[in-house]
């Protein structure tokens, strides 16, 4: 067992040194869009190794165990990437740390059967910062009207620092700064069903990243009146959305590396949460005036579910949930991830 752990732990750092001083040399340029779909490839190969060995341990068993555990973090990295459409979100890890690029676009108005309203107050312009350098600052909102009774808010963000809290007595507004890119915003209103829908995303181009720091951030404020239906998309870093002052019928998060604090309230009678994760740290706080339903799918995640009881594998629940008056129901898929709820 001590040896097989040893070639694991040992290979992992060989490859990993190996190809960090192959790219730093400039002798490998690897395409891992192109790579990542065959991460199966390893597992029939620890198959293989498995079926013409007589014997466990050794060796063959620490061979195979590196090939599952690099199996098991290539499929995870690949369906992380797979969530979001590369296209969008370029990452280029250049040297060239004191360039960055911008590709500037209008925004694209979206097609509404009824009535649609661009006239976001949007606002970029770029603002020296303390070390010399460019900062891309943004403003939006949108106003609140009367008939708006219910919205959708989508926030497309690549890796930086999400905040959602407060009221605002707008629809909604937000302010955004970044080094790397702006963000585009749209919002469009339709009276036949008395709904607004908000778009909010980075935009497209080529992003650098200088000594592994990202520094795009987005505050956002939404209005408490209308009943929410919120989808999250956030590549990696950071996000801490307070909604427990907001009616949200329906909240979607998908993330690959992030870290993320979320808040909910008892606004509503029922609730619908929907979390993908890819390597992520999450912790969801829930009111115990509510009752509580988690459903749980995926491998390697270290769980922690206050004031739950397990029902059955995957499945757990708040005591007395059957006869709450409101109901929040989770549903959590995750690959590597730590996932925790707080009862407050």
């Known amino acids: 067992m001590r040896n097989s752990r040893g070639i694991v732990w040992g290979g992992l750092l060989v490859l990993l040194g190996t190809f960090w001083l192959l790219r730093n040399m400039d002798l490998i340029h690897i395409d891992w869009s192109s790579v990542l779909p065959y991460w199966p490839a390893l597992l029939i190969l620890a198959g293989i ?21 690099l199996a098991v973090f290539g499929g995870i990295v690949n369906r992380t990437d797979r969530a979001f459409d590369r296209d969008n979100w370029n990452f280029k890890w250049d040297d060239d740390h004191d360039s960055w690029d911008r590709n ?29 350098k460019k900062a891309i600052k943004g403003s939006y909102q949108y ?17 930086g620092s999400f905040t959602v809290d407060g009221n605002t007595t707008k629809l909604y507004e937000a302010n955004t700064q970044s080094s790397l890119v702006g963000f585009l915003s749209n919002t469009s209103i339709n009276k036949l069903d008395n709904s607004a829908t908000v778009n909010l995303k980075m935009e497209e181009g080529n992003v650098k990243i200088n000594k592994g720091k990202i520094s795009n951030e987005a505050k956002i404020h939404l209005n408490e009146k209308p009943i929410w239906n919120i989808d999250l998309g956030i590549g990696a870093g950071k996000g801490d959305f307070d909604f427990s002052n907001y009616r949200v019928e329906k909240l979607k998060v998908s993330t690959g590396v992030a870290d993320m604090d979320i808040r909910l309230g008892d606004k509503m009678a029922n609730t619908d949460v929907n979390i993908e994760a890819g390597v992520a740290s999450i912790t969801l706080q829930v009111p115990k005036s509510v009752g509580c339903e988690m459903h749980m799918d995926g491998a390697l995640n270290s769980r922690n579910f206050d004031g739950l009881d397990r029902v059955s594998d995957n499945l757990y629940r708040s005591p007395g949930f059957a006869s709450a008056e409101k109901k929040i129901i989770v549903h959590y898929q995750g690959g590597l991830t730590s996932f925790k709820i707080r009862r407050y």
């Open 49 to 69: 190794v498995l079926l013409v060995t007589r014997r466990d341990g050794g060796f063959s068993g620490g061979f195979v165990a590196l090939c599952i555990t």
């Open 104 to 132: 500037d676009e209008d925004d694209e108005e979206e097609d509404n059967d009824e009535e649609e309203n661009n006239s976001d107050k949007d606002e970029q312009y770029l603002n020296e910062r303390g070390d010399g």
């Open 143 to 159: 106003e609140m009207e009367d008939f708006i009774q219910k919205a959708n808010f989508n926030l497309e963000g690549g890796a």
